[in-house]
């Protein structure tokens, strides 16, 4: 269970999130939507500690993320995050890039990685690409190579920030299609996207973010079809 | 075609010249590229404020006439009575001004690596020390590789300053050479032909290794 209360944050005058308070259960898929600067990002990457919080709490089945004695890199293992940006490590191959954490972050034996990051990269449709170097791939598929990437740890949770956005069009659904694949499997997901139509697809749950404030959350159907916050009326009547 | 006195023994000091070179060379590159890793992440790590004070002793090391370095070296540690010969002198010397260039190139390396890679690295568990060995240090010497050959290469021909400290390196021997037989043409030529020789294989291996990584890139 990720719980998130009164969570503020600033980048030094401009405060991008203005208490949030959120708690996503096991096996629940929370998809957040909002305009650019709502702060929805910058509340992945607080999610595993990538960022420093100013005040307010979050914590992972009970460890508190931002308290001083919590080991961030015992705790990144269990929440995997897939990046607008696909971050290959473009010295590596496909597989060793899928590879290298499960070795060294896990300690394990190189065989056993192998087998874990081949079988992550077939779920993700990378099967023929193990031995290929990233620039050689799209971006669709080097996004699904991230994935895979960050499935290799085992994670119980999966943060995706944004995942399509720097992708042409024609590669946004190849990416989507793995993202159902893994709400479909139950994987705990937090998702901050533009697509509507998919987060009308696989949440459980949608939030609207607005200036740093969650302006908004409930199911698909309320977000979509009734909105109460005026501001989610608008961002929804823009997006369509 | 030459009508020379030269003789193969001549030839023989000369090789050990060239030997002398080649061993404060490699003192140089090695000390120097340890150290230079070691500044160059100590000044990424602290950034330009608190690095300042390193950043301005490496600059003094940079700037400073390497002769002038090798004289004040070798009267400061008699002064100070350390006991180095002129070889310990001219290889801590020539090490600290090797250092202080490979702490730019090491720096200007780290920094080509994309803070989202890192992001990503740690974002997996990995640890600091992680990331930089498997992720910032490969990527960074990929990027570093042509400035550290040619400092590399540089080194080889400023080492022939150590003559001013006694050292018979392969510069002072074609000197000695050149005083007895009165053929400086012809022995400087043999000599360039040398450093070259020393030179040539560096250069190549760097451009293999370029050539070997690029197709990742």
């Known amino acids: 269970m990720i719980e998130i209360e009164n969570v503020r944050k600033s980048f030094s005058s401009l405060e991008v999130l203005k208490g949030i308070n959120l708690t996503v259960d096991k096996g629940e898929v929370v998809t957040i939507i909002g305009g650019s600067g709502s702060g929805k990002s910058t509340l992945l990457t607080c999610i595993n500690g990538l960022e420093p919080i100013d005040s307010g709490r979050i914590r992972i089945d009970g460890t508190d993320v931002h308290a001083k004695g919590t080991d961030l890199n015992k705790l990144r293992r269990k929440v ?92 946004v659904g190849e990416v989507l299609d793995t993202l159902k694949m893994l709400a479909e499997e139950g994987m705990t997901m937090i998702c901050v996207t533009h697509e509507m139509a998919f987060a009308r697809d696989v949440s459980d749950r949608v939030a609207f973010f607005h200036q740093g404030v969650m302006a908004e959350i409930g199911t698909p159907d309320q977000i979509f079809a009734m909105p109460q916050n005026a501001e989610t009326q608008k961002f929804l009547a823009s997006v369509r | ?88 002198t001219s290889g801590v010397v020539l090490s600290l001004y090797t250092a202080a ?43 570093s590789l ?45 000599c360039g032909a040398i450093y070259f020789l020393l030179s040539f294989p560096v250069a190549r291996f760097g451009g293999y290794l370029e050539k070997r990584w690029s197709p990742n890139d």
């Open chain 1, 80 to 171: 995997g995050i897939v990046f607008q940006q696909w971050n290959a490590f473009p010295h590596l191959t496909v597989l060793e890039n899928v590879m290298l954490a499960p070795r060294k972050v896990l300690g394990l034996a190189k065989d056993k990685a192998e087998e874990i990051a081949v079988k992550q990269l077939t779920h993700v449709g990378l099967a023929e690409k193990l031995k290929v170097y990233p620039n050689r791939m799209s971006g669709g598929q080097q996004q699904r190579m991230a994935i895979a990437r960050a499935l290799a740890m085992s994670p119980e949770y999966m943060l995706f920030d944004e995942v399509t956005s720097a992708l042409d069009p024609m590669l």
């Open chain 2, 1 to 88: 075609m030459f009508n020379t006195a030269l003789t193969w023994n001549d030839l023989a000091f000369l090789a050990q010249g060239a030997g002398m070179t080649l061993a404060v060379t490699a003192v140089a590159v090695t000390a120097g590229t340890l150290l230079g890793i070691l500044f160059g992440v100590i000044r990424f790590q602290l950034g330009p404020y608190w690095a300042a004070p390193l950043t301005l002793l490496l600059d003094v090391f940079r700037s400073v006439p390497l002769l002038i370095q090798l004289v004040l070296g070798s009267a400061f540690q008699s002064i100070v009575k350390l006991g180095w010969g002129a070889f310990t």
């Open chain 2, 101 to 143: 260039f490979c702490a730019e190139i090491v720096r200007g390396g780290i920094s080509s690596v994309p803070v989202t890679t890192r992001r990503a690295a740690r974002s997996l568990g990995m640890t600091w020390w992680q990331d930089m060995r498997y992720i910032v240090a490969p990527l960074a010497t990929r990027v």
């Open chain 2, 146 to 190: 042509p400035s550290w050959i040619g400092l590399t290469l540089g080194v080889m021909k400023d080492s022939a300053l150590v003559l001013w400290l006694g050292l018979v390196e392969l510069l002072r021997a074609s000197q000695i050479l050149v005083t007895r037989l009165q053929e400086p043409l012809f022995i400087l030529l043999i």
